[in-house]
Structure formats: C-alpha cells, structure tokens
Nanobody, 115 residues
Framework: QVQVVESGGGLVQPGGSLRLSCAAS????????MGWYRQAPGKQRELVAT???????NYADSVKGRFTISRDNAKNTVYLQMNSLKPEDTAVYYC?????????WGQGTQVTVSS
C-alpha cells in the first residue's frame, strides 16, 4: 500500500520560515509527481507546488519567489521550503503523490502564520 506522510508544520511569525517534508512509502514508480496543496478554512484546496520525478517544477503564483520545492528521488521524499511567510499562508498543507493514474494524499500538517 502506498502512503505519504507529512511533517514539519507549526506556528511561525510573519516573515519567518518553515520546512515541510513528505515521505512516500510502498510501491513507488518512476514518472510520478509529488507536490504540496493547501486548504485554508472555508476555502477550496489549492495547488502550492509540484515536482516531477524528472525534475519539472510548478508553483502557484502566490508562492513564487518565496517557496521552493525539492525532492530526493532515492528517498521518495519531497520538501517545501517556505520563506517570507504571510498570514494568508495559514492552512493545512497536504502532500500528494500522483502515479499511474492514482492520487494518494497525506493526512495534512497545519501551518499557522501569526504574531
């Protein structure tokens, strides 16, 4: 069974930084895409950033220049470095693994940006 587990959320002041990690386990195939999505209270889940196993990255306009996604294919792990955090970045952040037509979601990790 394929699983993804997130870690690294927490409370941070505006302008601060956090790093999220997501490790995938089970049968992981090449050609997959791992990424981060977020959902704020009362809003729909939205894309934050994705990283294909081939190295292609994609970012939401709202995080470009502040967030960086990276991955370690040997460890099936993806990271999200978040800098210059804003209160509007507050949300539950979900890791996603997409492979062979299937989408696997993590349980989510809370990120709160507040003074």
């Amino acid at each position: 069974q394929v699983q993804v587990v997130e870690s690294g959320g927490g409370l941070v002041q505006p302008g601060g930084s956090l790093r999220l990690s997501c490790a995938a386990s089970g049968s992981i195939f090449s050609g997959n895409v791992m990424g981060w999505y977020r959902q704020a209270p009362g809003k729909q889940r939205e894309l934050v950033a994705t990283h294909s196993s081939g190295g292609y990255t994609n970012y939401a306009d709202s995080v470009k220049g502040r967030f960086t996604i990276s991955r370690d294919n040997a460890k099936n792990t993806v990271y999200l470095q978040m800098n210059s955090l804003k209160p509007e970045d507050t949300a539950v952040y979900y890791c996603n693994l997409y492979q062979r037509g299937r989408s696997i979601w993590g349980q989510g990790t809370q990120v709160t940006v507040s003074s």
